[in-house]
């Protein structure tokens, strides 16, 4: 009665043939597990993070690692949350949702910093004939 959510599902940089399943438009930039299942408990949903790899996923780093597990209905067949009566308005949901984020606000606040470099230790030589 649960559903599988990968990141590479809702990441706007990957593409069809690459795994996504919602519109770009509507998908979200670099998401991870942890905070895919951050909204979804939030929301209220039966959610765990399993340490798995999305098969077409080719870069086996630790940030592009994790799946969540989410309980979509209950034994008897009806459903958990009425809000979620389908697996794609689940990720539309989670993907509307992650950019609200304490964590994703912060990073884009404090993440520009200008780094000033000088120039004055390099000096132009003239060669000598």
């Known amino acids: 009665?649960?559903?599988?959510?990968y990141p590479v599902y809702i990441n706007s940089k990957k593409t069809i043939a690459e795994g996504r399943r919602i519109a770009a438009e509507k998908a979200v930039e670099n998401p991870t597990c942890s905070e895919i299942h951050n909204v979804l408990g939030a929301a209220?949903?039966?959610?765990?993070?399993?340490?798995?790899?999305h098969p077409r996923e080719w870069n086996r780093d630790w940030q592009f690692r994790g799946r969540v597990r989410v309980q979509l209905k209950k034994e008897d067949g009806s459903l958990c949350n009425e809000q979620f009566s389908s697996r794609k308005e689940l990720m539309l949901y989670v993907a509307e949702m992650i950019p609200k984020?304490?964590?994703?606000t912060q990073k884009s606040g404090t993440g520009e910093q200008n780094s000033q470099q000088s120039d004055g230790s390099?000096?132009?030589k003239k060669k000598k004939k």
């Open 44 to 53: 209220g949903m039966n959610a765990v993070c399993e340490n798995k790899l």
């Open 101 to 104: 984020l304490k964590s994703r």
């Open 122 to 124: 390099k000096k132009n």
């Open 1 to 5: 009665r649960s559903v599988c959510i």
